[in-house]
């Protein structure tokens, strides 16, 4: 498993409750609904290449790949942005 960035370390050092409170929405949201945990990092994966966001791109894909998501469904779900998000965006997303 791999340390947080930096400046994670730094935010949750400075602002305890406000980083747990954060970790403890992102846990209530992914068992709010009947997505499996894979689909869930998939579709923040799309959203993370969507907004541009190199840190989440990278770490989205490995959770997706620790809960089993293929090279190939982590291919597909960036190409599937295409027609939404452009060529360009999807490209500097691989």
Request: charged residues 25%.
């Amino acid at each position: 498993m791999r340390k947080p960035p930096r400046h994670f370390n730094q935010l949750t050092k400075r602002f305890p409750d406000y980083m747990t409170a954060l970790e403890r929405l992102g846990e209530t949201v992914k068992q709010a609904g009947p997505l499996d945990p894979k689909t869930s990092e998939l579709i923040q994966l799309a959203a993370a290449a969507a907004i541009r966001s190199e840190g989440a791109v990278h770490s989205h894909v490995r959770r997706a790949q620790d809960l089993g998501a293929s090279r190939e469904e982590i291919h597909h779900t960036l190409l599937l942005l295409t027609s939404t998000i452009g060529f360009p965006t999807v490209s500097a997303g691989r």
